[in-house]
C-alpha cells in the first residue's frame, strides 16, 4: 500500500450528541496504516457516494488527479473535516468525525445530507495521513507562544476539543482558552480539556454567524462605527486561508513560522466572519502575522469543491 491517498472505512458507529453534531465512527482494515498520536488540527478529506456507490481510485500519489478525471456524476463528493479521535484498540483503528448538520430551508449540502442518512456498514473514502508519508494538514503550532487562545463556529469545534485534548495529553503547561459559538445552548459538547484551560462556549441562540465570537477578541462590534455586525461577507466564495506559513491572499510570509512569544491565535469558521476577525486582530490591534492562523472552513452560501 502506498503511503498516500485513499482508503476505504466503514460506518461502524453513529450517535447524536446535541441537535447539531452527528458523531460518525469510521473503522476498516486500510484504516491500520494511519498515523496515529497528537493529531491537532489534523484535516482529512472524505468522499461520499453520489450516485450510489463509491469511486474505485488507485492508492498512491496521484489519487485527486486520477480523481477528478472520473466523470463527475461517478466520483462522489469530497468535503474536508476534523478527525476527532484516532483510536487504536483491540487491533482496531477508528476515526471520529463531529458532522455539523447544517440545513437551511430544508436544504444542506451533500457532506451534511450523507450523515443525515448514514447507517452502520456505509462505506466512504477517507484520505489521511498514513504512516510513513510526509506529514501534512496540521496548521496548529503555537511555536514558543505564552499564551494560545482557539477561536471557532460549530464546524471548528471538533478540531478546537482535538487541539486541547491534546494538548492536556501533552502536559502542556501554557495556559489555552478556547471560545466556540454553537447554535444553540445544547450542543456544548464534552470537551476533556485540561484544568488550567479553559472553555467558553458561546451559544448564538438565533444571533448573527460569528457576533458571539468578535467580543471574545475584545471587539466591541456595537461600538464599531466601521462595522457594524461580524457576519457573513459575500464579497468573493474563496477560503481564507492565512497562517504564519501561507498567505491565500498571497501576503508576504515572514521567515517566522509559528510565534516565539506572546499570544498565538487559532481562529476558524466561516470564511466571511473570519475574515473580519482577521482584520481587526491584525489591521486594529496590530497582532503580528506570526502570530496567528485564521482559517475559512466554509463559506456561507457557497457549496465547496472536492
Ligand atoms: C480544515 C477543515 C476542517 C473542517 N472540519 C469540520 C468538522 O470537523 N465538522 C464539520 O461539520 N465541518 C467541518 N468543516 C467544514 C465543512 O467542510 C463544510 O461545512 C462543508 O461545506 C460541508 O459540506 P456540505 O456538503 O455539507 O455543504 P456544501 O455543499 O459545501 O454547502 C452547501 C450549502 O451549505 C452551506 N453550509 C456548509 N457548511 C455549513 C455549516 N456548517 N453551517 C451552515 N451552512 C453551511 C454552504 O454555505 C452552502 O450554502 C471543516 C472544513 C475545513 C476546511
Not at 121 to 129: G, N, Y
Not at 149 to 169: H, N, Q, S, Y
Amino acid at each position: 500500500m502506498a503511503t498516500f491517498g485513499p482508503i476505504r472505512a466503514f460506518v461502524d458507529d453513529i450517535a447524536d450528541l446535541s441537535p447539531n453534531f452527528r458523531r460518525i465512527v469510521f473503522t476498516g482494515p486500510d484504516l491500520d496504516s494511519l498515523v496515529t498520536g497528537s493529531c491537532f488540527d489534523q484535516r482529512i478529506k472524505l468522499i461520499f457516494p453520489t450516485s450510489g456507490s463509491l469511486p474505485v481510485i488507485a492508492d498512491g500519489e496521484n489519487w485527486y488527479r486520477e480523481w477528478l478525471e472520473i466523470p463527475e456524476n461517478e466520483r462522489g463528493v469530497m468535503r474536508t473535516y476534523s478527525m476527532r479521535y484516532l483510536d487504536r484498540k483491540n487491533d482496531q483503528t477508528r476515526i471520529s468525525v463531529d458532522f455539523v448538520m447544517h440545513e437551511m430551508d430544508g436544504v444542506s449540502g451533500p457532506a451534511a445530507q450523507w450523515a443525515k442518512n448514514a447507517a452502520v456498514s456505509d462505506e466512504i473514502v477517507i484520505i489521511a495521513p498514513r504512516d510513513g508519508a510526509a506529514s501534512g494538514g496540521i496548521e496548529f503550532n503555537s511555536g514558543d507562544a505564552d499564551r494560545i487562545v482557539l477561536l471557532g463556529d460549530e464546524t471548528a469545534a471538533p478540531a478546537i476539543a482535538r487541539i486541547l485534548e491534546d494538548l492536556a495529553k501533552e502536559q502542556s503547561t501554557v495556559p489555552c482558552t478556547a471560545y466556540i459559538e454553537v447554535p444553540t445552548n445544547q450542543d456544548c459538547v464534552t470537551i476533556d480539556a485540561a484544568p488550567h484551560h479553559g472553555v467558553t462556549w458561546l451559544p448564538r441562540e438565533g444571533a448573527l454567524h460569528g457576533s458571539r465570537l468578535a467580543p471574545a477578541l475584545g471587539w466591541d462590534v456595537s461600538d464599531d462605527a466601521r462595522i457594524s455586525a461580524v457576519s457573513p461577507d459575500r464579497a468573493e466564495d474563496d477560503l481564507v486561508w492565512e497562517t504564519p506559513a501561507y498567505s491565500s491572499a498571497g501576503e508576504c510570509v515572514s521567515d517566522i513560522s509559528a510565534p516565539v512569544h506572546g499570544t498565538y491565535y487559532w481562529i476558524a469558521g466561516e470564511s466571511g466572519v473570519v475574515k473580519q476577525l482577521r482584520r481587526f486582530l491584525v489591521n486594529e490591534i496590530g497582532v503580528d502575522r506570526s502570530q496567528v492562523a485564521f482559517m475559512g472552513y466554509w463559506r456561507e452560501g457557497v457549496s465547496m469543491k472536492g
